[in-house]
Nanobody, 122 residues
């Protein structure tokens, strides 16, 4: 059974940085990418960034230039380096195994982590 475990969230001030980690265990089928989603209170879950096994990446416009997604295939770990954090980045961040298409679209898979909370104060 596949498990995704996120960590690294916390309470920071605007302008600070955080690094989120997602550790995957088990065999993930029908997936070529890992993605980070976030869900703010009262809002829909949105894709923040995704990375394929060949390190092709996709970012939401709101985080381009501030966030960097990376992965270590051997360790089955994906990171999200978040710099210059803003209060609007406040959300619960989730890891997901899905499919990133050449067109740039991302389809999430069924497996999600429990989430890690990021709170950015102004």
């Amino acid at each position: 059974q596949v498990q995704l475990v996120e960590s690294g969230g916390g309470l920071v001030q605007a302008g600070d940085s955080l690094r989120l980690s997602c550790a995957a265990s088990g065999t993930i089928s029908r997936s070529n990418a890992m993605g980070w989603y976030r869900q703010a209170p009262g809002k829909q879950r949105e894709l923040v960034a995704a990375i394929t096994s060949l390190t092709r990446t996709k970012y939401a416009d709101s985080v381009k230039g501030r966030f960097t997604i990376s992965r270590d295939g051997a360790k089955n770990t994906v990171w999200l380096q978040m710099n210059s954090l803003k209060p609007e980045d406040t959300a619960v961040y989730y890891c997901n195994a899905g499919v990133l298409y050449l067109s740039g679209g991302y389809t999430p898979g069924d497996v999600w982590g429990q989430g890690t909370r990021v709170t950015v104060s102004s």
